[in-house]
C-alpha cells in the first residue's frame, strides 16, 4: 500500500533489497519502470531466472507482469492465499486474507517452528498466527503509526505530520513531542495488550513473536523475546516459489 518491496536472490541468499514508493499509484508503470531498473542494476548484467510476487493492490498486478516481462520473464508467479503452499488457512474467508500475510506466516513457521505470531509494521499493522500445527489461524489489523500521524494532521486544523518516533517522556513538553509521544507509547501499549491476548486466545504462551516492517526496530527494544525479520515477506516469496516449483517436480 505504500512501498513496493524488491529482492534479488541468489539461490537462498538475498542479495539485494530496493523500495519503490506506491503512491500516487497512476496504474502502475511508473512502479513498474522503477522496479526494472532496479532490477538491471542488482543483477549486475546478469540475467533474472524468473520472478515471483506478491500484493495486496490490485492495480499494481497487470505493472508488476509488465515488469517481468521486460526482464525476460513471460510467466512471472504470482503467490496468493489461493496458491497451494503447504499452509492451510483456517479462517472464514481465505481468499481474503492478503498475499503479504501468508507469505509472512510461511516464512515465520519454515525460520522459526510453530507456534508462532508475526507483527507486520506497515502501512498496517497485522497480526497473524499460525498454530502448533502449523495451520494460519488469522489475526488483527490495525492502522499503522505512520497512517495514524498522517490522518491526524488530514483531519485537524492545526497538527503536524511528525515521524514516529519514541520519546524520552510521556508527557511532551511541545505539540511534536506530544504527537510522538501518543502515537509511539500508544502503539506500543496496543501491541502489547493485542499480543497478550493473542497468545492466550492460542494457548500459546511461549509462541515465538517475529516481528517485521519498516517501524518494527522502533518498537523490538520494548517487546523482550520477540525476534527481528527485516525482509520476512521476501523470505516467504523465496519459500512460496520453491515450494510450487517442488510441487511441479
Given at each position: 500500500?505504500?512501498?513496493?518491496?524488491?529482492?534479488?536472490?541468489?539461490?537462498?541468499?538475498?542479495?539485494?533489497?530496493?523500495?519503490?514508493?506506491?503512491?500516487?499509484?497512476?496504474?502502475?508503470?511508473?512502479?513498474?519502470?522503477?522496479?526494472?531498473?532496479?532490477?538491471?542494476?542488482?543483477?549486475?548484467?546478469?540475467?533474472?531466472?524468473?520472478?515471483?510476487?506478491?500484493?495486496?493492490?490490485?492495480?499494481?498486478?497487470?505493472?508488476?507482469?509488465?515488469?517481468?516481462?521486460?526482464?525476460?520473464?513471460?510467466?512471472?508467479?504470482?503467490?496468493?492465499?489461493?496458491?497451494?503452499?503447504?499452509?492451510?488457512?483456517?479462517?472464514?474467508?481465505?481468499?481474503?486474507?492478503?498475499?503479504?500475510?501468508?507469505?509472512?506466516?510461511?516464512?515465520?513457521?519454515?525460520?522459526?517452528?510453530?507456534?508462532?505470531?508475526?507483527?507486520?509494521?506497515?502501512?498496517?499493522?497485522?497480526?497473524?498466527?499460525?498454530?502448533?500445527?502449523?495451520?494460519?489461524?488469522?489475526?488483527?489489523?490495525?492502522?499503522?503509526?505512520?497512517?495514524?500521524?498522517?490522518?491526524?494532521?488530514?483531519?485537524?486544523?492545526?497538527?503536524?505530520?511528525?515521524?514516529?518516533?519514541?520519546?524520552?517522556?510521556?508527557?511532551?513538553?511541545?505539540?511534536?513531542?506530544?504527537?510522538?509521544?501518543?502515537?509511539?507509547?500508544?502503539?506500543?501499549?496496543m501491541i502489547e495488550r493485542v499480543l497478550k491476548m493473542t497468545l492466550a486466545e492460542m494457548r500459546a504462551p511461549k509462541a515465538k513473536v517475529?516481528?517485521?516492517?519498516?517501524?518494527?526496530?522502533?518498537?523490538?527494544?520494548?517487546?523482550?523475546?520477540?525476534?527481528?525479520?527485516?525482509?520476512?515477506?521476501?523470505?516467504?516469496?523465496?519459500?512460496?516459489?520453491?515450494?510450487?516449483?517442488?510441487?511441479?517436480?
Amino acid at each position: 500500500n505504500t512501498n513496493l518491496t524488491l529482492g534479488l536472490f541468489r539461490g537462498e541468499r538475498l542479495a539485494a533489497v530496493g523500495r519503490v514508493e506506491t503512491h500516487p499509484l497512476g496504474g502502475g508503470r511508473r512502479q513498474a519502470a522503477a522496479a526494472v531498473r532496479w532490477a538491471r542494476r542488482a543483477a549486475r548484467g546478469a540475467s533474472v531466472d524468473s520472478v515471483v510476487f506478491g500484493t495486496v493492490v490490485p492495480a499494481l498486478r497487470p505493472a508488476l507482469k509488465e515488469a517481468a516481462r521486460a526482464l525476460g520473464v513471460p510467466a512471472p508467479l504470482e503467490i496468493g492465499p489461493g496458491t497451494a503452499l503447504g499452509l492451510r488457512l483456517a479462517v472464514r474467508t481465505p481468499s481474503e486474507v492478503g498475499a503479504d500475510r501468508v507469505l509472512n506466516a510461511l516464512a515465520a513457521r519454515a525460520l522459526h517452528g510453530a507456534p508462532c505470531v508475526v507483527v507486520d509494521f506497515g502501512t498496517a499493522t497485522t497480526f497473524d498466527c499460525v498454530s502448533g500445527r502449523g495451520d494460519y489461524l488469522g489475526g488483527a489489523i490495525l492502522p499503522g503509526p505512520q497512517l495514524a500521524a498522517k490522518a491526524l494532521r488530514l483531519h485537524t486544523a492545526k497538527l503536524p505530520e511528525v515521524p514516529v518516533a519514541p520519546t524520552r517522556r510521556v508527557i511532551g513538553k511541545d505539540t511534536v513531542e506530544c504527537i510522538q509521544a501518543g502515537l509511539y507509547w500508544g502503539y506500543l501499549g496496543m501491541i502489547e495488550r493485542v499480543l497478550k491476548m493473542t497468545l492466550a486466545e492460542m494457548r500459546a504462551p511461549k509462541a515465538k513473536v517475529v516481528l517485521t516492517g519498516g517501524l518494527a526496530p522502533l518498537f523490538a527494544k520494548h517487546l523482550p523475546g520477540a525476534l527481528h525479520e527485516p525482509e520476512l515477506t521476501l523470505q516467504g516469496l523465496r519459500l512460496a516459489a520453491k515450494k510450487v516449483t517442488d510441487s511441479k517436480c
